[in-house]
């Protein structure tokens, strides 16, 4: 079943996976153990950038698998991963496209499995903003408490360097066997969706769409993690491998 949301924009599909296959994706990463290996693998990369450091800072240890550092680095050795991942991936992407009909070509980038444990949280954020924004245009009377702490000059101007090219983020519940970590959106009346195994969702973090995630506070929550750039420079190696017809 396929809801549309429309406030804050979002697509809601159930059933996009499969349980065995939401199994298959927790299971493999808990017994090879890859949390920890992602956390080494990054020590040997050489950040580009701000963003990339942000992204392996501590908040994450033990919590994210980077697919497209497996790809880059392990593809050949992890077949059977990958041929589940790579066809995942461009069943997203259509779906991405159906919703929000871009003008613009769109590349997967930061593509991840992410585990949340009890106590973990995150603050609304986003995940995009326009080189264009202005700063002036907001009435901060009219943001929500939770979220004003981002409406600054600094805040606003690291972003436009940083974060210009995630244009669209999918989510899929790979369980539901925890409690808490709905995500929630403060500016639309605290929208929150429940999570449900094998739910993808659709939407873009712009800056009137800042969301979090609740508490964890019982269990484990995992899911995989996509998000869409417009930039082929700034996609995963994927991405770039079928722009060009490598695989």
Known sequence: MIIDNELPKIRIYEDFLTNEECNFFI?????????SRFNNAVKKYNFKNEAEHMSASKQWDDRRIDLNVLYTDE???????????????????KQV???FNPEFEIYSELWEIVRWKKGNFQE????HISPDFNLGNINID???EECRYFFEERNIE?????????VFTSIIYLND????????????NNFQIKPKKGTMLIFSGTIDNMHGIKEITDGIRYTHVTFWSNNISKSSKIAFDKKVNRI
């Open 97 to 99: 496209i159906d919703f």
């Open 27 to 35: 299971k493999y990463a808990e017994q090879e153990n890859l949390w």
């Open 75 to 93: 593809r050949q050795n992890r077949q059977d991963l990958f041929d589940k991942v790579i066809p995942l991936q461009d069943k997203m992407k």
């Open 158 to 166: 690291k972003y436009k360097k940083l974060f210009t090219n995630k």
């Open 142 to 144: 009219d943001v929500p």
């Open 124 to 127: 609304p954020h986003v995940d």
């Open 177 to 188: 066997d925890y409690s808490g970590g709905e995500l929630y959106f403060p500016q639309h």
